[in-house]
């Protein structure tokens, strides 16, 4: 079965510092595809990223950067000069197989970014 | 702005009643999803729509059902409300049948609350 581990519940930092959300996952597949979404106080869910699990090239947009490592079935956030407007719930999550239809989230991780 | 629509923003009823949530995927989207968060269960996936049929389905109750119309919007029924289906409302949609293949994109939800 499929299962999304983020054991970092709440992380606070001061403006500028880097920080890292871990996420771990499991599934038996050799197909499957990760994706990152934040969610800020107003509710919504914002798609950050998608991977799939034949792509282990690590990818930045902007301050963003994602380490996946197949190797420990993890695939990091790093959010670089963390800005107050990146506080928010971090969620990450699987989807198994090639025709896998759901997509399982982990429990999320809530950053505070203060200034 | 994710281009997927969800009506009503706010909803608050009584226990015993029924309430429909609404969704308009993006433009070109052919896969709808259901997505219920609380506080307890965190984001489940509920049901999924491809193209006016039923894929899939996660923990969805008896008392609710959906549906997708020619148009492609969405619509998720709840009946017999408890207070324990108080939670936030998520459609999300994609191109593809599968949740992989592309990314998925979150409407902005829809708050219910059972009073």
């Known amino acids: 079965a499929q299962k999304v581990t983020q054991a970092q519940t709440e992380i606070s930092v001061v403006e500028k510092e880097d920080v890292t959300l871990d996420c771990v996952y499991e599934?038996?597949?050799?197909?499957?595809?990760l994706f990152w979404y934040k969610q800020p106080p107003s509710g919504e869910l914002v798609f950050l990223i998608r991977r799939n699990s034949f792509d282990e090239q690590n990818e930045i947009s902007g301050r963003y950067s994602w380490n996946f490592q197949k190797s420990t079935s993890s695939f990091n956030f790093t959010i670089t000069a963390s800005q107050v407007v990146d506080s928010a719930v971090y969620f990450c999550?699987?989807?198994?197989?090639?025709?896998?239809?759901?997509?399982?989230f982990g429990a999320g991780t809530i950053l505070r970014v203060k200034s | 702005d994710s281009g997927v629509t969800q009506t009503p923003k706010h909803l608050i009823t009584a226990t015993g009643q029924r309430v429909t949530l609404r969704c308009s995927p993006r433009?070109?989207?052919?896969?709808v999803y259901w997505y219920q968060q609380s506080l307890d269960q965190g984001l489940q996936f509920l049901i999924q729509y491809y193209n006016g049929e039923e894929r899939a389905k996660g923990n969805i109750l008896e008392r609710f059902s959906a549906q997708q119309f020619p148009d492609l919007h969405s619509e998720l029924n709840l009946s017999s409300l408890e207070l324990g289906d108080s939670a936030l409302y998520f459609c999300?949609?994609?191109?593809?049948?599968?949740?992989?293949?592309?990314?998925?994109?979150f409407g902005e939800g829809s708050w219910l609350t059972v009073v």
């Open positions: 999550a699987l989807s198994e197989g090639e025709r896998g239809n759901k997509l399982v």
């Open positions: 433009s070109g989207d052919l896969s």
């Open positions: 599934t038996r597949d050799t197909t499957y595809y």
């Open positions: 999300a949609s994609s191109v593809a049948s599968w949740a992989g293949r592309n990314a998925i994109y």
